[in-house]
């Protein structure tokens, strides 16, 4: 498991937000780790995304999803990567659904000195009856990744 967490400003998140920040937190490790069960059981059959890096337009459905995290297990997409966090993450709480924001950065070892990658992140989920599920997310990477 990666050592990760989140960075925040002075608030102490109440156990509300602490709940969709772990949840986010699986998702994240979820696709890291190549881990498609884990993903699907923390998202609607129906969720939709925009993901600047992947498609141009609107993806739904999680097959999409758990598809590409094979795939990018396959590849070994995340060997280096040896942590993430989510900066500055913001929770907005609301009867039934939950919107999240944050940056992620992800830092991975390199030749010699670590790099990252971040990017802008947006994750809407849904209270139903087996507990909080995604149901959709946008991502767009930012023009601040530093490598050495």
């Given at each position: 498991m990666l050592n990760n967490g989140f960075i925040s400003g002075n608030t102490i998140p109440d156990m509300s937000e602490l709940e969709i920040l772990d949840?986010?937190?699986r998702l994240l490790q979820a696709i890291h780790d190549g881990d498609s069960e884990a993903y699907r059981a923390l998202?609607?059959?129906e969720v939709s995304c925009f993901e600047t890096d992947v498609a141009p337009y609107r993806i739904d459905g999680v097959?999409?999803?758990l598809d590409l995290i094979q795939a990018m297990k396959r590849q070994d997409a995340y060997?280096?990567?040896v942590r993430f966090d989510l900066l500055s993450p913001r929770v907005q709480?609301?009867?039934g659904f939950a919107v999240i924001t944050y940056t992620r950065l992800m830092t991975y070892q390199g030749e010699g000195n670590p790099y990252y990658k971040t990017s802008n992140e947006t994750r809407v989920f849904a209270k139903e009856s087996d507990g909080w599920k995604m149901i959709h997310f946008h991502r767009s990477e930012?023009?601040?990744d530093l490598m050495p």
């Open positions: 949840i986010t937190r998202c609607a059959p097959d999409f999803h060997e280096k990567l709480l609301y009867p930012t023009s601040s």
